[in-house]
């Protein structure tokens, strides 16, 4: 993408900034804050959005903050005495307020058919980033979609315990599934330099896998491997793609460290085809849906009791069903439990039976144990959007909502095209309805809404916000919007179903009451 202002020309493509056709120099670190300020005009920049959006969740100095705005007013031709393109606005961030103009960069960016709008917003990172699009099943035969879906999305997991990679999580990258997009506005709008991409056909008790590694920047294929096996032997195959892709992006970090991918594989393929089969329904997430991925969950668990993915993704199940409102909390929460205990028992090292715990130990008001096993998750996998989206959630049930909105962010940042941002907006949402911030806690519920209608967070917080807000037009909308997402809803419910400190529950209890709520 090309933004044009006053007489220069920002391309994000070739990451250079140009006045009046002249190259200016300009650190790689300003040229993301600049990128992200063009590319989010319309709205004040918060502190806390430039430190999760440009420097990856970390906070800086406010000095150093301050440096890097300076340098991108220089490099403009503007000054912190001037503020004619960059404004910093009192208390509140920082805006770029001159006029933009923006445009595809060449021809290659002309729309093909079913190609879907870029998202502006996603900024670049210091680390490489990769994207694994969703494998081609080339079975001929429909019902096995689900297996080339598995091999992509254990690719992913398996990338995503390197820390020296930004890797794009399943949801995003699954928004592309089935569509005619061209690699590079692929790449563009997830933030990546890289796309690994590839194909399963699947032949009785053989499978051919080919993949390839795409440099979208140069247009060039670094790698690309075909790989016929038996059955048995898909999780070997997975490692040598993994470590391969690996490799070709950082030679020299493959040879430090030794690479090689750690996977503990169940016990039985049927268990984990099962799994396979049930991450689809898990991943659309409907109260039927839920239903579904768990009836195939226990029947995987039936076959190997020790399959510790199986027992996480059935607890996270359970616990997503209990905050939605689908189960009593009080019957999910001890099955989540044992579930997520027996998949740390069985493997300690997959970040999902550490969410699982975490989700299971936040309802039994076990806040502190919630958090250190959603930060050993993150420790495992700090690319897992769902374990930062929790987190982010259980922080601010604590009170911690600027965490709480820092990790928010962080988890739009690695799926920015996922259905689950939904929830990830809400729990930005819920951080500024805990800070009292009510306006900004509407506008998150709201984008939450638009993303995901039937996710019923987004809901919860627009009503109680819109109740403390004092704006009763409003209240009085989102109300029945609420009670049809969620029909059992009620000042009870809210008040002994949803672990908040006590005084949070109060709060949020007393947003839903003004709102209408009985």
Not at 287 to 310: F, G, K, S, T, V
Not at 361 to 373: H, I, K, P, T, V
Request: glycine content about 6%; overall charge neutral.
């Amino acid at each position: 993408m090309q933004f044009l202002f006053a007489d220069h020309t920002l391309d994000t493509d070739t990451r250079e900034l140009r006045r009046a056709g002249a190259l200016i120099a300009i650190q790689p670190q300003v040229f993301d804050l600049l990128t992200y300020l063009l590319r989010n005009r319309e709205r004040v920049l918060t502190k806390d959005d430039l430190f999760a959006e440009v420097w990856g969740g970390r906070t800086v100095a406010d000095s150093t903050l301050a440096t890097h705005i300076n340098a991108a007013r220089k490099a403009i031709g503007d000054s912190g005495e001037k503020q004619i393109l960059i404004r910093t606005i009192a208390r509140k961030g920082v805006r770029f307020v001159g006029d933009v103009q923006s445009q595809p960069c060449g021809q290659d960016r002309a729309k093909a058919n079913g190609s879907v709008s870029a998202r502006p917003g996603v900024p670049t990172s210091e680390r490489p980033g990769i994207a694994v699009l969703p494998f081609i099943n080339q079975s001929g035969d429909a019902k096995h979609e689900y297996f080339s879906d598995g091999i992509s999305e254990d690719i992913i997991t398996a990338l995503s315990k390197l820390h020296w990679f930004v890797v794009i999580a399943r949801n995003a990258s699954f928004f592309y599934k089935g569509k005619n997009v061209h690699l590079k506005q692929i790449a563009e709008e997830l933030g990546v330099g890289y796309v690994v991409e590839g194909s399963v056909r699947k032949d009785g008790e053989r499978v051919r896998i080919t993949v390839q590694l795409n440099d979208v920047a140069t247009g060039s294929q670094l790698w690309a491997q075909r790989y016929d096996r038996e059955l048995a032997d898909v999780f070997a195959v997975q490692d040598e793609i993994t470590g391969a892709i690996v490799a070709a992006i950082e030679p020299q970090i493959y040879t430090a460290e030794n690479f090689r991918a750690q996977r503990k594989p169940p016990g039985s393929l049927d268990a984990w085809d099962l799994v396979m089969r049930a991450l689809r329904p898990f991943w659309r997430m409907t109260r039927d849906d839920n239903l579904a991925a768990q009836a195939l969950l226990e029947q995987a668990i039936a076959i190997d009791p020790e399959y510790a993915h199986a027992l996480a993704v059935y607890a996270v199940s359970h616990m997503f069903g209990a905050h939605m409102g689908w189960e009593s909390a009080a019957i999910a929460t001890p099955i989540a439990e044992r579930a997520a205990l027996a998949a740390m028992r069985s493997d300690d090292e997959d970040p999902w039976a550490h969410l699982a715990l975490a989700c299971a130990c936040a309802y039994l008001g076990r806040q502190e144990d919630a958090l250190a096993a959603f930060e050993a998750a993150l420790r495992l996998n700090e690319n897992f959007a769902l374990a930062l989206g929790c987190y982010g959630l259980v922080l601010s049930w604590s009170g911690r909502w600027r965490e709480g909105a820092d990790a928010a962010h962080r988890a739009l940042r690695l799926s920015p095209r996922d259905p689950f941002s939904a929830i990830y907006y809400g729990v930005a949402g819920y951080a500024a309805f805990v800070q009292r911030d009510y306006s900004e806690a509407i506008r998150q519920c709201r984008e939450a809404i638009r993303h995901r209608n039937d996710f019923v967070g987004g809901h919860r917080v627009l009503t109680a916000a819109a109740g403390m807000a004092g704006e009763m037009e409003l209240a009085r909308a989102a109300l029945p919007e609420l009670r049809r997402a969620q029909p059992n809803i009620s000042l009870t419910w809210a008040a002994t179903q949803l672990p908040l400190a006590p005084n949070e529950r109060e709060h949020f209890v007393e947003g839903l009451r003004r709102a209408g709520l009985d």
